[in-house]
């Protein structure tokens, strides 16, 4: 069996930062040791040999890493891989690939407004959410996806939301009940979910 090309990896916020007192952001912490995690199970332990800490990640990551113009993430060397990170509720999910990919998870909530809709969705896309059994959930899931494709392309939100072009693949899934995702890229590819206990993070990275 072939292993899929994009791996994403998800965890709980707070469990994934509980040895941290305080921090200016865990979204953002449990993020980037999502991304540790990530490149430990793709066989790049060598970038870490030096680490042993949780608390020496962030800093050691965030040298690694560049943003364009829009913010989109990108390693300074050319590892071979793509990486994207995403927050929502009580979830974060960090995506690796061998090609640029997007990700995004929302956490499902009430929408706000009708301006929120019209902000967000093209006409038919509003009939769409008003005609659910479940409109909070079906706004979600679009504004999942549109938000992937944005990440994909690197332009973040400065285009609008109504009417973006759909890349050449996407892939809905769901983190839980609650939390919906989805992972997006230029062209198909096999993709692998999984949750990952924070035990096995911390059994590398002592604390």
Not at 58 to 87: C, D, Q, T
């Amino acid at each position: 069996m072939n292993q899929p090309k994009i791996r994403i990896y998800t965890g709980k916020i707070q469990d994934w930062t509980s040895d941290v007192l305080s921090c200016k952001s865990r979204e953002s912490l449990c993020g980037r040791r999502l991304l540790a995690y990530g490149l430990l199970d793709w066989g790049r332990g060598d970038l870490f040999q030096d680490i042993h800490r949780a608390d020496e990640l962030y800093a050691y990551l965030e040298g690694m890493i560049e943003k364009g113009n829009h913010g989109k993430p990108y390693f300074r060397e050319n590892l071979g891989i793509h990486f994207n990170v995403s927050h929502s509720g009580a979830y974060g999910a960090c995506a690796l690939s061998f090609i640029p990919c997007g990700l995004d998870i929302q956490e499902v909530r009430k929408v706000r407004s009708k301006k929120m809709l019209e902000r967000v969705l093209s006409q038919e896309e509003q009939e769409l959410v008003q005609k659910a059994q479940n409109p909070e959930g079906e706004f979600c899931r679009f504004w999942a996806r549109k938000e992937s494709f944005l990440k994909l392309s690197g332009d973040g939100i400065t285009r609008s939301m109504r009417d973006l072009k759909q890349p050449g693949w996407y892939q809905e899934f769901q983190v839980d009940s609650q939390v919906l995702g989805c992972i997006c890229a230029g062209e198909r590819f096999q993709v692998s979910i999984q949750q990952v206990p924070q035990e096995k993070f911390f059994q590398r990275f002592l604390v």
